[in-house]
């Protein structure tokens, strides 16, 4: 992935970081779904990598990436210096003031989320979305199970052990509960797609329209 070299020269957690993520997660299979102008929210974008790989795959695609931690906000704007797309910014999705987004992307990121926050996080991501807006949500499938509980020990030595990810308890859910939070919070044409395949971990992409 060529993104993963406009992270060369930063310290080496993060490049280590950023290369695990590059190979355990089918970010140019998400990409792929992304429109080739317009704007792009990357929800959760931790050190930038796919708010990179959207801007270097699209160059007409305005990317703004936004992540609660100010480290990882800070090594994601050092990937992107010298140029002005993608843009970086610590914060929430709620707590957003731009709205009118062409596509928001969420990978890997939801199930850190408290269940009962999802409605309200589900909500902000509808909301900043134009009228027909696309949400690209990616997290992950319950089965094959031993997939699952694979990434549930990869998870928890990340979160709770490693402490290179923020969360606090874990919200996975199926394809059934997962398509009723989407609908529940104002999305409609909500399609799931396999991408798992190749991969150790059961990768699914939730692709939904705002109502």
Same mark, same amino acid.
């Given at each position: 992935?060529?993104?993963?070299?406009?992270?060369?020269?930063?310290?080496?957690?993060?490049?280590?970081? &950023?290369?695990?993520?590059? !190979?355990?997660?089918?970010?140019? #299979?998400?990409? %792929? =779904? $992304?429109?080739?102008? *317009?704007? /792009? +929210?990357?929800?959760?974008?931790?050190?930038?990598?796919?708010?990179?790989?959207?801007?270097?795959?699209?160059?007409?695609?305005?990317?703004?990436?936004?992540?609660?931690?100010?480290?990882?906000?800070?090594?994601?704007?050092?990937?992107?210096?010298?140029?002005?797309?993608?843009?970086?910014?610590?914060?929430?999705?709620?707590?957003?003031?731009?709205?009118?987004?062409?596509?928001?992307?969420?990978?890997?990121?939801?199930?850190? &989320?408290?269940?009962?926050? !999802?409605?309200?996080?589900?909500? #902000?991501?509808? %909301? =900043? $979305?134009?009228?027909? *807006?696309? /949400? +690209?949500?990616?997290?992950?499938?319950?089965?094959?199970?031993?997939?699952?509980?694979?990434?549930?020990?990869?998870?928890?030595?990340?979160?709770?052990?490693?402490?290179?990810?923020?969360?606090?308890?874990?919200?996975?859910?199926?394809?059934?509960?997962?398509?009723?939070?989407?609908?529940?919070?104002?999305?409609?044409?909500?399609?799931?797609?396999?991408?798992?395949?190749?991969?150790?971990?059961?990768?699914?992409?939730?692709?939904?329209?705002?109502?």
């Amino acid at each position: 992935m060529s993104a993963v070299g406009l992270y060369r020269g930063l310290p080496a957690r993060v490049r280590w970081h &950023v290369g695990l993520r590059a !190979w355990t997660c089918p970010m140019e #299979a998400v990409a %792929d =779904r $992304l429109p080739r102008e *317009g704007r /792009l +929210l990357d929800v959760g974008c931790g050190h930038g990598l796919f708010s990179n790989l959207a801007a270097l795959s699209n160059p007409a695609l305005s990317v703004l990436g936004v992540d609660p931690s100010e480290e990882k906000i800070h090594w994601a704007s050092a990937s992107a210096s010298g140029r002005d797309n993608p843009r970086f910014l610590r914060g929430s999705v709620e707590d957003l003031p731009e709205d009118g987004f062409d596509v928001v992307a969420v990978l890997d990121v939801l199930y850190l &989320v408290q269940r009962e926050r !999802w409605p309200a996080f589900l909500g #902000a991501c509808r %909301d =900043r $979305l134009r009228s027909g *807006g696309l /949400l +690209l949500l990616k997290e992950v499938d319950l089965t094959p199970r031993w997939k699952f509980y694979r990434c549930m020990l990869q998870e928890t030595m990340s979160v709770r052990l490693l402490g290179i990810t923020l969360g606090r308890a874990f919200a996975f859910a199926g394809r059934d509960e997962m398509r009723a939070a989407l609908e529940e919070a104002g999305f409609r044409d909500v399609r799931c797609q396999d991408l798992g395949r190749g991969y150790l971990t059961p990768h699914l992409l939730y692709e939904a329209a705002r109502g």
